[in-house]
């Protein structure tokens, strides 16, 4: 099949051979700019070394060669330095009658026999999952999934953080203050519960802070000496020597939380393949560890603390151990991709879903790895992202000033319903289809707000702007899909002619929109899934909706008398509906049946 793609790809191949030059030659081709006319737009000036002519000249004779040598082109206009060329009308329905019924269009249809592991979520067992965490694994999850429509095998993977000073501060709070307060007793989710308790400890550490400064301690000072501080390294130190009265402790609220956390994503449509645990594979970093400081990979200071010298990648050397000999974050990353490349040997890469406030950290982590001679360690990437945000500002765990996401999603599934329930069009629907329905539309408010924006870039949370049935959101999109099905069903679409004869229906310009939209569709899951950026489908989706909507308006189909016309408008309806649905369900958000 002949799409887009393609022609940008004959039309970069022809301008290389006109030119006699080599591949190495950039040819830079865009799609034209909606105030000019044109399909494709081809940039002369850095082909003016080879024309040795003014961008003017160069361009309009470079277009009438193209306009003799392939057949796509109808016509081109000049503007300064570019060459803008219009396709052939006949192209695009030629292009419709060979789409036409393809399974999965715009999904690779052969295994590339690579196999990836994206690492998302990736929680701490000290607090219930956030905002923050709901960009991660929006973001993860649909990273899979492109990678999985690109031909990949990828295995869903997260490190459970459910060791280390932080979780000591939840224990230790409800060791003193808990009154052995259980999820049962409390009615509270077990992720809640030992949350409440790690703000606990804040609250009362910040206390005996201002205490100590009262005494007349520097606030430097005070923080290292306050004592539920010290407790809790205490904690955490004879939580590594094996306490068992510790251990116990641990074990059963680690285990409130997982609770918590798996009613979460089973409410969120997420699942995991390989679960990973901080507690098991921090063992194996420190084995590494000593390792490497016995063949002077890493050395020891004068504390017994032992450190990465990176002096020449010129960062700071990295601790690994500290003094009294408890590891750190890196010990348990350095064990966890260790472990991971040993489950998996045949790993084509790993791919860690993270926010960006870990770069360093990440970059330090591979360089280690390298260090350590580990070949798999240039496989592994960061995906990073920015954090999401308040309109008021940075969410901070240990304040509770956080958006619980156990509420975030309760709360757009009740604005999902005060919208339809205004709407009037559920009404004869039973509470389970409604609320079906609704937790379909809020979750598509959730997951899309997001996705559509780059993973690079930080963002700002406003709840109001996801349910929006004509802004840009997960439920416009969604309702004009079930806009489309619902037209579907006014008409048998196995009776309609699987070809169209190109004398037979005159292309409009919104026609050609939506088809050209459509044309894009493979090129854009391609780039997703190569930059890792589920924004650029999502962004795809509501422009494809848009143009949609932009033709329907302007061409009803019920009331269209010419049949041959009718039936062309009735399939473009039906391909719409198909992309808009299988790409929707590559950034995890299912489709409602009626809205």
Known sequence: MINISKIKDALSSEVLNYYKTDSNTAIVIEDTKKDFEGDLTIVVFSLLKYSKKSPEDSAKILGDHLLNELDFFEKFNV?????????KKSYWLGF???WCGEDNYGFVKES???LYMVE?????????????HLRNIFLGDSVVSLLKAAGHKVVKTQIINDRGIHICK????????GKGETPESSKLKGDHLVGKYYVEFDRKYKLEVEELIGQGLSEKEAKLKAPLLLEAQEMLVNWENGDQEIRTLWSEMNNWVYDGFEQTYKNFGVSFDQLYYESNTYQLGKEVVKKGLDNNSFY???DGSIWCDLSSEKMDDKLLSRSDGTSVYMTQDIGTAIQRFRDFPKLSGVIYTVGNEQNHHFKVLFKILEKLRYSWAQNCFHLSYGMVELPDGKMKSREGTVVDADELLDSVIFEAKSLTSER???????????DDICQKIGLAGLKYFLLKVDPKKKMSFDPKETIDLSGHTGPFIQYTYVRINSLLKKFDISTLSSDLKSNSVELSEKEIAVLKSISNFPEIMNQSAKQLSPYLLANYLYSLVKSYNSFYQEFPILSE?????????IKLSKLVSEIIGSGMRVLGISMPKRM
Do not use: C
Request: aromatic share 12%; glycine share 6%; proline share 3%.
């Open 79 to 87: 503007v300064k330095g570019f060459l803008n060329l219009s396709i």
């Open 96 to 98: 419709f009658n060979s």
């Open 112 to 114: 590339s026999g690579q």
């Open 120 to 132: 998302y979520s990736s929680p701490n067992t000290n607090k219930p999952l956030h905002l923050g």
């Open 170 to 177: 939840s224990m230790l709070a409800w060791k003193k203050f």
């Open 300 to 302: 020891s200071k004068e």
């Open 424 to 434: 009037g069009f559920l009404e004869e629907l039973s509470i389970n289809e409604v």
């Open 561 to 569: 008398v010419n049949q041959d016309h009718k039936n062309f408008r």
